[in-house]
């Protein structure tokens, strides 16, 4: 059993998804639920990043391979991916770069797989600003950012494909940037068709789309089959709300991940005393019991650790 707020003691479920954190873990009442897309909502420095790569790091130890980090940040890696995964993991986090077009051969070449990390799909801003007028007065998606786009989906569904088919059960997703109108949002747009067309894809049909021509690739497709119902994804979306009272205030805007997300986590700053302080909670954890706990957490030489 785990302690909640108040004294209440909170249900252990064994079948979950451990973050890599022993508290936050008993927080959300013995760890995540597999197979679910959790949102962690916070401003740029708070510490999501340290959060996802803790996540994805953890994969090794609790299911046999590493969690994949889509990062969709368009201006580099301002997240520091590769220098966190260094210096708390000692993880040579790799950029993939194999792509796989129609008919070509599919399968990543030697030393590939030893790359978690991503960033072909580099764009920001709103969906309108990829759009151009229709001559029956409606909107399309430009053909030329439509060719590049569907031109990166070519390395970033055999990036999460292979990686699955090799025993990746996570993923973490980064560098989403705050919007007015989530709906708006072409970050918002790509996620929610990679999630679709490719997170949670079953496993046969997504392989049959990738290794091409199937006949000839039958035979890996099926020795490689995995239940993508299991794949368990954390979105890291940035706020321009930094303080964790204005974060549980923020209402949930039209097309905001997080009305469909089994489980919203949401990273802020206090003041204490003469100190600003980090602040965790869980708001949102479906299916599940949960603390009701603001707990303080810091962020050091090793990492994220929760008081």
Request: glycine share 10%.
């Amino acid at each position: 059993m785990t302690p909640g707020a108040g004294g209440v003691e909170l249900p252990f479920v064994t079948d979950r998804v451990s973050t890599g954190l022993a508290k936050l873990d008993a927080m959300l009442g013995g760890g995540l639920l597999p197979g679910t897309l959790t949102v962690a909502y916070g401003a740029t420095g708070i510490g999501k990043t340290h959060l996802g790569l803790t996540f994805a790091d953890h994969g090794r130890s609790a299911d046999g391979a590493r969690g994949i980090v889509l990062d969709l940040n368009g201006r580099g890696d301002s997240q520091q991916h590769d220098e966190y995964a260094a210096r708390l993991f000692g993880w040579t986090l790799k950029p993939w770069r194999h792509t796989v077009t129609p008919m070509s051969d599919p399968y990543p070449p030697p030393g590939e797989m030893e790359a978690f990390y991503s960033n072909a799909l580099p764009w920001v801003g709103r969906v309108r600003d990829f759009q151009v007028p229709t001559p029956d007065g409606g909107v399309e998606f430009d053909w030329n950012w439509k060719a590049m786009y569907n031109h990166a989906l070519y390395t970033v569904r055999p990036f999460v494909y292979f990686h699955f088919a090799a025993g990746t059960r996570r993923v973490v997703v980064d560098g989403v940037e705050p919007m007015d109108s989530p709906a708006d949002s072409i970050q918002f747009f790509m996620f929610d068709e990679l999630y679709r067309k490719a997170i949670h894809r079953d496993a046969e049909t997504l392989g049959m789309e990738i290794c091409l021509p199937v006949w000839k690739h039958r035979a890996f497709i099926d020795a490689h089959l995995y239940d993508h119902a299991r794949i368990t994804t954390l979105l890291l979306v940035t706020t321009e709300e930094t303080r964790l009272e204005d974060l549980l205030a923020r209402k949930v805007a039209t097309g905001d991940l997080g009305a469909t997300a089994n489980t919203i986590l949401v990273l802020g700053s206090e003041r204490v005393g003469n100190r600003l302080a980090r602040m965790l909670c869980v708001v949102k954890h479906r299916g599940s019991a949960m603390s009701d706990e603001i707990v303080e957490y810091r962020i050091g030489p090793n990492g994220i650790t929760l008081d």
